[in-house]
């Protein structure tokens, strides 16, 4: 089996429109994209609660994807009809059946995040065998140790974790965090999600990777005060979380924050200076690191 796929140039401002059109004329899917993404001009978009964020990239282009034998140019031409676009410029590939599980597989390779521990999908073997080796396969939850604000928090770890300290990982995603901390020799370790699947994929990876800890929804969050508070959340909830998130942390323990702009930095800092004694913070793809030490 195979598909027609076609790259289309379109305004960003009425991209949307255009493959909705596509859609309704009968291609199997249309995934908008950022037209400069992999040149040096590419235009990250982070979508941040609550902040008016521009959602459109300058320029974009559409993935469409039709079956082998459509129609595909009278196809484009009802969707432009429809819309009332001009005809646009567009190329053509034929897509061969592939074995997409393995494909998909073949794009994520262990992480190394030290001399000492690294990130391994389960379908790989650990290149090196005496290392701490997380096994954590890409799901529905956030944390494959992939993005640089993981990566930030996971150095952290590496670096700081010396045996027995007492871990709350909020907003744990995948658990890659807690279940690192635990892995590195953290005590008692815990990890909290908003979101119910992530507290399951916390769940199901720690016992993949043969440690145990507790994983429940806010409400849930143990009380007790930790030596190590991680939130590798996003700004906007930082900036509301900062009490709750304090009081959780013992007198001269830490606090970790990731999820931050390099440009939202200075405001975070001086929010959990009301709390903490700040470090500088460490930057990593225009993503920020925060840590400081709680006061009494
Ligand atoms: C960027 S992911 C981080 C996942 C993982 N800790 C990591 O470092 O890769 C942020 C996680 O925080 C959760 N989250 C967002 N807001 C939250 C809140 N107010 N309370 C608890 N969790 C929250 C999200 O559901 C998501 O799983």
Request: charged content about 20%; proline content about 4%; aromatic content about 6%.
């Amino acid at each position: 089996m195979a598909w027609q796929q076609a790259t289309i140039d379109t305004d960003s401002a009425v991209a949307e429109q255009f493959a909705d059109a596509l859609m309704d004329a009968g291609c199997l899917s249309a995934a908008i994209e950022d037209a400069l993404a992999g040149t040096e001009a590419e235009q990250p978009i982070f979508g941040e609660p609550g902040e008016p964020v521009e959602q459109m990239w300058k320029s974009s282009k559409i993935i469409a994807l039709f079956e082998e034998h459509a129609d595909l140019a009278l196809m484009i031409a009802a969707a432009t009809t429809a819309t009332g676009i001009a005809l646009p410029h567009y190329t053509l590939e034929r897509v061969e059946e592939q074995d997409w599980v393995r494909l998909t597989q073949s794009q994520f390779d262990p992480i190394r995040i030290s001399e000492r521990l690294w990130i391994t999908p389960t379908w790989h073997d650990a290149p090196d065998a005496n290392a701490i080796n997380l096994q954590l396969d890409p799901g529905l939850a956030f944390g494959t140790g992939s993005h640089p604000t993981t990566r930030l928090c996971l150095q952290w770890l590496d670096a700081n974790i010396k045996g027995g300290e007492t871990v709350l990982d909020y907003g744990c995603g995948s658990g890659i965090l807690a279940i690192a901390a635990l892995k590195l020799g953290a005590g008692d370790v815990a990890g909290v999600d908003i979101d119910a699947q992530a507290v399951r994929a916390s769940l199901d990876n720690a016992a993949q990777n043969g440690v145990s800890g507790i994983f429940c929804l806010p409400d849930a969050t143990p009380e007790a005060k930790v030596d190590v508070v991680l939130a590798n959340i996003l700004a906007n909830p930082l900036r509301l979380l900062g009490e709750m998130l304090a009081s959780h942390v013992k007198t001269g323990g830490k606090i970790v924050l990731s999820g931050i702009l390099q440009e939202q930095a200075e405001e975070l800092s001086a929010i959990y200076n009301t709390w903490f004694e700040m470090e500088a913070p460490v930057f990593d793809e225009g993503w920020t690191r925060l840590t400081g030490t709680r006061r009494a």
